[in-house]
């Protein structure tokens, strides 16, 4: 898996992004962005080279020719495995996440554009389960998330490793549009903006 736009854990990253074909909305449908992709299929743990044993995702081309591979399926079930290690509070608190940057917005606040609800999903994803699960209010719950977050994000060596929610591919490397530096100014910014002390 080294051609992927996001920057597979084991190899080679390369920043791309596409143009999503407009659908136009009637009575009983919203207008969806839909974006042409071929099923790919992921042999690379198969060890008995059975043709029905791999990790499906989708791939499709960028505006600027390069492979991207996305693999929803293995995000969304590692979401619910996350959701239900926390009490059901991972998906509540990226939601949390994205309004509060919602209101930053909305309130005159510098909010840098490649601070995405992807990658606020991928910050929430490396927060480590006790943190959900020791604090008993909301308040608690995102002061200690952001402070976590902050601290590792101060260094390369704190979230290095860090994985988007598939765990397929790294949140933080060259080739994507947001840098380490840029989230930890946003969760400065963000605690701030919160009046937490």
């Known amino acids: 898996m080294g051609d992927q736009c996001h920057g597979a854990k084991s190899g080679p990253?390369?920043?791309c992004r596409t143009n999503p074909?407009?659908?136009n909305s009637n009575s009983y449908h919203v207008q969806p962005d839909v974006v042409p992709a071929f099923q790919y299929r992921d042999y690379s743990n198969d060890q008995r080279t059975d043709p029905n044993n791999f990790e499906e995702g989708i791939k499709f081309i960028s505006n600027e020719g390069d492979s991207v591979i996305n693999v929803p399926?293995?995000?969304i079930a590692n979401g619910k495995i996350k959701?239900?290690?926390t009490?059901?509070?991972f998906k509540r608190l990226v939601r949390i996440f994205k309004r509060v940057k919602i209101q930053m917005i909305d309130e005159?606040?510098?909010v840098n554009a490649s601070i995405s609800s992807f990658l606020i999903s991928g910050l929430i994803w490396?927060?480590?389960n006790r943190i959900f699960n020791d604090n008993d209010t909301w308040q608690e719950t995102?002061?200690?998330a952001i402070r976590f977050l902050y601290h590792a994000t101060k260094t390369e060596a704190g979230c290095k490793d860090w994985g988007e929610v598939s765990e397929k591919f790294y949140l933080f490397g060259s080739s994507r549009k947001w840098t380490r530096t840029q989230v930890n100014d946003y969760l400065r910014d963000m605690w701030n903006f919160l009046e937490f002390k």
């Open 21 to 23: 074909i407009k659908i």
């Open 142 to 144: 995102v002061k200690e």
């Open 73 to 75: 399926k293995i995000h």
């Open 13 to 15: 990253r390369s920043q």
């Open 126 to 128: 490396n927060v480590p």
């Open 87 to 89: 009490r059901r509070k």
């Open 83 to 85: 959701n239900d290690n």
């Open 108 to 110: 005159g606040k510098s």
